[in-house]
């Protein structure tokens, strides 16, 4: 009877400990695959706002579509921004006020400046502000030869004579479907960007500096050859990017990737000396 019962008891406490077994190989199995497929789906984390650019948009002069214009800014995780619209953004190039922004994007076409304000312009470039400018963005300050510098290019408002050469108007085209080229795929800007298709608007008959850095060009006769370059001006990274009249330019994904990369670029964000 004594044999009997002990091993009754002792299959009863094997039956235990594989049942103990079992659970605990449940409950392990559950623990490794929840946290192996949230492991999975969790989304990769934000850029702290410490870590993200700071930037300063400027508009005013001419008209275009706000709303999905300022999604670019809005979609784009690498930044905060700030919109100010002419004529109260150059109170913003004040030393006081270019402390809460680190790049500005100028997509304005304003004319009146006053010699402050290219004082204080100047200035935080000769600090380091990073520039990036926008389509339209090249016609401002036409009687202000320094931001032809400043941004290595020259839209002709009107027909003028310049060190006695006639310079024809410069002239634009709505709703044009063309083939951009990327001339620099190596850039920081350009990287990762193949030649793509745009539908948009064209600038021609305006010149460009000849130490300007070629970014894209195109072949649409309606067009510059050159349409996006890099440069350098005092301490500044300068970008322009020709292409940005309406939503189809903002909602072209090339596009897109651009302008994140050049507001990374010339904020000296991208990990290039």
């Known amino acids: 009877m004594w044999v009997a019962e002990g091993n009754v008891l002792e299959a009863r406490c094997n039956d235990g400990i594989s049942q103990a077994m079992n659970s605990f190989r449940v409950c392990f199995a559950a623990v ?4 192996l497929l949230f492991s999975r789906v969790a989304p990769a984390a934000e850029p702290s706002k410490d870590s993200q ?6 508009t005013g002069g001419h008209d275009f579509e706000k709303e999905p214009f300022f999604k670019l800014f809005q979609d784009n995780s690498d930044i905060t921004f700030q919109a100010v619209e002419h004529p109260n953004a150059h109170e913003r190039l004040k ?20 010699e402050e304000a290219k004082a204080d312009f100047v200035q935080r470039l000769k600090e380091g502000k990073g520039l990036v400018v ?6 401002s300050y036409q009687e202000w030869p320094e931001f032809r510098k400043i941004i290595g290019a020259r839209y002709y408002l009107k027909k003028m004579v310049v060190d006695g050469v006639e310079k024809p108007r410069s002239a634009f085209k709505h709703d044009m479907h063309f083939r951009i080229h990327v001339a620099d795929p ?3 800007v350009t990287r990762g ?13 305006f010149e460009v500096a000849s130490d300007s850095h070629p970014l894209l060009t195109t072949d649409e006769p309606e067009s510059n050859k050159t349409i996006a370059w890099t440069r350098t001006y005092e301490a500044a990274r300068v ?8 939503h189809f330019a903002y909602e072209n994904p090339n596009y897109q990737r651009l302008l994140k990369q050049a507001i ?3 904020a000296r964000k991208d990990g290039s000396n």
């Open 32 to 35: 490794f695959f929840s946290t």
């Open 53 to 58: 650019i700071r930037v300063l948009v400027v």
């Open 95 to 114: 030393s006081d006020a270019a402390r809460a922004y680190d790049a500005l994007v100028l997509y304005d076409m304003w004319q009146p400046i006053t």
């Open 134 to 139: 926008l389509h339209h963005g090249i016609a």
């Open 186 to 188: 190596s850039h920081p």
């Open 193 to 205: 960007v193949s030649d793509f298709e745009m539908h948009d608007e064209t600038y021609k008959w």
């Open 239 to 246: 970008v322009y990017l020709q292409s940005g009249h309406d």
């Open 264 to 266: 990374r670029w010339a």
